[in-house]
């Protein structure tokens, strides 16, 4: 396509509503957890495909008459409440959803939000599975700090929430060793503490 017939597209009303949609749904799917934007009722506006693979396959989260829901009715109810008190009252909530094919539970963070002159109110509802890393978070931590193989390794495996002596009986190394490699790794990121560490890894794993 030529940039005269791009802009003319771009510049159609209908076209340029479609081409925001793709864009919007793009970026929403690069980021690696869920993101659901629903009013105050539960009803879903939108979804990226991750959150939306959640609700199809009724894993922790499903669809009710057309509404978010959860698996468990205790968990469905403590969903529906904080939702509405997002969107009617502004205020933030969290929440665990436990899934019936898995061990692990969803993490939602469920957040107000409205456009400058609030005629459009809605929850916007982050999806986390508790442990989950991004399948390219090794490599990334990799070119963004410098570390080793070894390192990117470890300060994945840390991020994950696995005890030092856990990667160390993993890697068949020994404690003293693996101690030496999170050090040098802190040193490249600029921490001095595995907590930092934690979250300053967590923040660069938005994306994939």
Same mark, same amino acid.
């Given at each position: =396509? ?12 209908? @076209? *340029? ?10 970026? &929403?799917?690069?980021?690696? !957890? ?5 009013? /105050? @009722?539960?009803?879903?506006?939108? %979804?990226?495909? &991750?959150?939306? #693979? ?23 109810? +403590?969903?529906?409440?904080?939702? %509405? ?9 969290? =929440? ?5 094919? /898995? ?9 107000? !939000?409205?456009?400058?002159? /609030? ?15 991004? #399948?390219?978070?090794?490599? *990334?931590?990799? $070119? $963004?700090?410098?570390?080793?193989? %070894? ?20 890697? +068949?190394? #020994? ?6 490699? =999170? ?19 967590? /923040? %660069?794993?938005?994306? @994939?």
């Amino acid at each position: =396509m030529g940039l005269i017939k791009m802009i003319e597209v771009v510049d159609s009303e209908v @076209e *340029r509503g479609v081409f925001e949609a793709h864009v919007a749904n793009a970026i &929403l799917n690069l980021v690696n !957890f869920g993101v659901i934007v629903a009013d /105050s @009722e539960g009803c879903v506006y939108a %979804a990226n495909d &991750l959150a939306w #693979s959640y609700v199809q396959r009724g894993d922790g989260l499903g669809e009710q008459g057309g509404l978010l829901t959860a698996e468990n009715d205790f968990e469905a109810e +403590g969903l529906r409440g904080r939702i %509405a008190a997002a969107v009617r009252q502004g205020r933030p909530g969290a =929440m665990l959803v436990h899934r019936s094919c /898995s061990q692990k539970p969803l993490v939602l963070l469920i957040e107000p !939000f409205s456009t400058d002159d /609030s005629n459009f109110r809605c929850a916007l509802i982050t999806v986390r599975e508790v442990g989950r890393s991004s #399948s390219h978070a090794v490599e *990334r931590a990799r $070119m $963004m700090f410098n570390f080793s193989p %070894a390192e990117a390794e470890i300060v994945s495996r840390v991020v994950q929430g696995c005890e030092p002596s856990e990667i160390a009986a993993e890697r +068949g190394v #020994s404690i003293n060793t693996l101690r030496v490699q =999170m050090a040098s790794a802190m040193v490249k990121v600029g921490v001095h503490r595995q907590a930092e560490l934690v979250s300053v890894l967590s /923040s %660069a794993d938005v994306l @994939e």
